[in-house]
């Protein structure tokens, strides 16, 4: 009797809690009227045309702003310190790169012969021989090069290199060959 009374009391249990558990489903109905004013929390912006006739009546701006000050100071200082370098780093296109010195000899000769308009430079870095056109401050400046020079000379590429600055004055007075130890 008190294993039936238990599971009596258990069943009670069991169904009195799924009973309990329905699904409440909104209805919208509800929110039909529903209306809510936002106007007072929207970025309002003006009218372009008004800023149009506003800009157009104002004096145009002289550059006496302090941006463009501390933008000129900047300048100049970048140019005092590139000035003071002697090397700057720009590509160039490489047009034979190889030991052998008549073969280095023939590429330049068919580079004058082929292209006559370009200036070529011939560089000997031991143990290689190097022929080079042009001085470009970045790659795409050498792209029409490398095109026109790529027909004739297959192995030719864009190279990063380093050049000497045309110009270039010393800051310091005594020469590098005159130092003492």
């Known amino acids: 009797m008190k294993r039936s009374l238990s599971v009596y009391i258990a069943l009670v249990f069991l169904l009195g809690s799924c009973a309990g558990a329905k699904k409440t489903v909104s209805k919208p109905d509800i929110y039909e ?37 501390d933008l000129e100071v900047s300048i100049n200082n970048l140019v005092e310190t590139y000035r003071a370098e002697r090397y700057w780093s720009g590509f160039t296109v490489l047009i034979y790169s190889g030991v052998d010195r008549d073969q280095a000899f023939k590429t330049r000769n068919d580079l ?4 006559p308009e370009m200036k070529s430079e011939m560089q000997y870095q031991q143990p290689r021989y190097l022929v080079k056109i042009g001085k470009f401050i970045n790659r795409i400046e050498a792209q029409p090069y490398y095109h026109q020079l790529k027909e004739q000379f297959p192995s030719a590429r864009i190279i990063q290199d380093r050049f000497q600055r045309e110009g270039y004055v010393n800051p310091d007075p005594i020469e590098d060959g005159q130092r003492q130890n």
Do not use: W
Not at 43 to 53: G, M, N, R, S
């Open 33 to 69: 009227n529903y209306q809510e004013d936002l106007s007072e929390t929207l970025i309002q912006f003006p009218d372009l045309v008004e800023q149009a006739k506003k800009s157009e009546a104002q004096a145009p701006i002289q550059g006496s702003l302090a941006v463009d000050e």
């Open 112 to 115: 004058y012969t082929y292209f």
